[in-house]
């Protein structure tokens, strides 16, 4: 394969995996040093900005919190098109990037969840209460473990591969009830600040050191992302190359 | 009760780890699954692709 025939081109040329490592040797490195800058720039303006009158230090905890959260939800978003792309198109590489978004989406969440929990104790004057902002990124947290977990299950990837798209399809149906939990009933949670029709009605103070950070934990999304792919892109191809190594030591023995 | 900014610096602990621990998993992973195609490439098992350029091996 000449070096020339492995340029991307087309969205298209992505779906060749060896085409797809090559790129992502080439921009991981561009990638994780952008994420590490803007995680230096975000945690600086983090401790160095000033407290808010009324929540005090923890307004600190939000400059975590809610970039997690907005993950949270991002990566449910980008293994649902991923979902697509295995149902619809069947992209080859797009239940690599399903399979290899959960872990990451539950870690995100689950530190969404603690974040939160941190800040509600001081400020709500407890760790968790059951409303439907907080119940329902629950319930995403569970959906990432169980997704994790059918793949886990199931050992053939072309197998798991239909039928974690369509759960996580079904799942999808989740991410605008977190949205709009906060409009829709009467949470403890606060209504949406940042992404609102309306502009952002936080101060400048806080919404610096939070859209650095945003920025900072996206970046690092996608790091770890292309990087995980990488990684199941390799995991495949042991098991196949593995597979091929038997059927030939089978061939050779009954051959003599 | 604790203080302020021990919630705070608790939250930045429990962020730090989590990110360190996926930043391992990753790396660890990758690692591993290279040292895997090394030894098979080293038992001279290869790719049907890499002989013939067409296509992809599934």
């Known amino acids: 394969m000449s070096e020339n025939s492995l340029a991307i ?6 779906a060749n995996p060896t085409r797809f490592l090559a790129l992502a040797d080439r921009i991981l490195p561009w990638l994780a040093a952008l994420a590490a800058l ?8 983090s401790f160095t900005t000033e407290g808010d009158y009324q ?19 991002m990566c449910y978003t980008v293994m649902a098109i991923s979902a697509l792309g295995t149902l619809v198109w069947r992209h080859p590489l797009a239940d690599v990037s399903a399979k290899s978004a959960a872990p990451i989406g539950a870690s995100f969440t689950f530190l969404a969840l603690v974040t939160g929990s ?45 039928v974690s798209a369509v759960l996580i399809l ?14 829709w009933w009467n949470t403890l949670h606060q209504p949406a600040s940042v992404m609102r ?39 495949r191809r042991v098991t196949s190359l593995r597979r091929q190594a038997a059927r030939h030591a089978g061939r050779e023995t009954l051959a003599p | 009760m604790m203080s302020h ?37 080293a038992a001279g098992i290869r790719r049907r692709s890499a002989e013939a350029p067409s296509g992809e091996g599934k």
């Open chain 1, 55 to 73: 929540q005090g230090e923890t307004v600190r905890i939000m400059y975590v919190h809610v970039p997690s959260a907005w993950l949270s939800m």
């Open chain 1, 197 to 235: 029709l309306d502009g952002p009605t936080i101060d400048p103070e806080f919404l610096r050191p939070l859209l650095v950070m945003a920025v900072a934990f996206t970046l690092l999304f996608f790091t770890l992302h292309i990087a995980a792919m990488r990684n199941e892109i390799w995991r």
């Open chain 1, 118 to 162: 941190f800040w509600g104790k001081p400020m709500w004057g407890t760790w968790w209460v059951w409303d439907a902002r907080l119940t329902s990124v629950f319930v995403l947290f569970l959906m990432y473990l169980g997704l994790i977990a059918l793949n886990r299950a199931m050992e053939d990837p072309a197998r798991s591969a239909r």
């Open chain 1, 38 to 45: 803007f995680f230096a720039a975000g945690l600086w303006l």
């Open chain 1, 9 to 14: 081109r087309k969205f298209s040329d992505l």
């Open chain 2, 5 to 41: 900014a021990a919630y705070v610096i608790a939250s930045y602990a429990v962020a730090a780890v989590t990110v360190a621990a996926l930043v391992a998993w990753v790396v660890g992973d990758g690692r591993a699954r290279q040292r895997e195609l090394r030894a098979l490439e």
């Open chain 1, 170 to 183: 079904v799942g999808f149906v989740n991410i605008p009830i977190i949205k709009f939990s906060v409009e």
